[in-house]
């Protein structure tokens, strides 16, 4: 079964990328793009489902519809297409054993211009155009003196956040982990993806014993518990 799942700002509630899977994959971070992943860093975010127990045809459908309905009031920016082109994963996959590139790809060179774009033809109403220019406000560049940064570089020891790296930083959430050997470790959320891997990604936002499905370098840390204590600053 498959499902559409949203990742948003916490603090602004703004959605800025959609997509359909299964399984875990909602709280995957690997084959994100660069510009999902700087969202991720820079602001805490969090991801929530939207529809439920649908076909592979159903999920790319409401994929599909959730995008445009977010690009109308200036969201969804880490998607780069209207959506609905994602496969199933793994084995369920039709590629998965030979996947085409280049010219084999029947993407390649593909382009959503004129009628290959859904929206094209279509014009914005003007309440939607309302909605897009509120959210725009306020978010257009500004030089010189109307900066309200102008003149304060915080820069070296200046700067608050200086020699603060791992989970000194205030963005980093921490993690306790027990191994069960009875050690115990205070991780950030990166080093904690470095060390562990994949069994990792499965309980960064619950909590509870690392398990590894596969065979893999990181398997010494099987049944490892993972403690979520939040924020170096919590």
Request: charged fraction near 25%.
């Amino acid at each position: 079964m498959f499902y559409v799942y949203e990742w948003f700002i916490v603090d602004t509630f703004e959605v800025f990328y959609v997509g359909k899977g299964n399984g875990i994959r909602r709280f995957e971070l690997h084959n994100r793009s660069k510009y999902f992943n700087n969202v991720y860093n820079k602001y805490n975010c969090a991801v929530r489902l939207v529809h439920q127990h649908l076909t592979n045809e159903e999920a790319c459908k409401l994929e599909i519809e959730r995008i445009a309905e977010l690009k109308c009031i200036g969201q969804a920016r880490c998607n780069f297409t209207s959506g609905g082109t994602g496969f199933s994963e793994g084995s369920l996959n039709p590629r998965y054993i030979n996947p085409p590139i280049g010219k084999k790809n029947p993407m390649y060179g593909v382009r959503m211009t004129k009628e290959a774009n859904h929206f094209y033809g279509n014009k914005h109403t003007e309440q939607t155009k309302q909605k897009i220019s509120a959210n725009r406000k306020g978010k257009g560049a500004r030089y010189g003196k109307d900066n309200p940064m102008f003149g304060k570089g915080f820069k070296g020891k200046d700067n608050y956040m200086y020699g603060k790296t791992g989970i000194k930083h205030h963005n980093s959430k921490a993690y306790n982990i027990t191994y069960k050997n009875g050690d115990i470790e205070i991780l950030h959320a990166k080093a904690c993806e470095k060390k562990f891997g994949i069994a990792f990604v499965r309980v960064r936002h619950t909590g509870g014993l690392l398990h590894y499905k596969k065979k893999s370098k990181n398997d010494i840390y099987e049944g490892a518990k993972v403690d979520i204590i939040g924020t170096c600053n919590d």
